[in-house]
């Protein structure tokens, strides 16, 4: 019995640690920022415009939006320069 309980306990940490380790790294991988653009349709030539970072995905949550010259402007990947594409949701 004390010889399993020797046995046991470091190989409970181990894997303890790698699960962590993994854990961890796909919560990094997750929290991705993204560079946000917004539409202006009255902007003479690129209508896409750059804002920045944002904390933001492609796929799901509530939609993106930040405070530019203030209003708020719908956050979305850049397509080209006179259309965005995808609209970006929170994370």
């Known amino acids: ?8 306990i470091p190989v409970a940490v181990l894997v ?4 962590s380790a993994f854990a961890t790294i796909k919560a990094k991988t997750d929290k991705k920022a993204e560079i946000a653009y ?18 933001c995905n492609p796929t799901s949550g509530p939609i993106c939006t930040e405070l530019v010259g203030g ?5 979305q990947q850049f397509l080209s320069d006179t259309e965005c ?7």
Not at 1 to 8: A, G, R
Not at 85 to 91: A, E, Q
């Open 16 to 19: 303890f640690g790698v699960g």
């Open 38 to 55: 917004y539409f202006d349709a009255s902007a003479p030539n690129e209508k896409c415009i750059v804002v920045g970072e944002v904390d």
């Open 71 to 75: 209003s708020p402007r719908v956050m």
């Open 85 to 91: 594409g995808v609209t970006l949701h929170r994370n």
């Open 1 to 8: 019995m004390k010889n399993l309980k020797t046995v046991l």
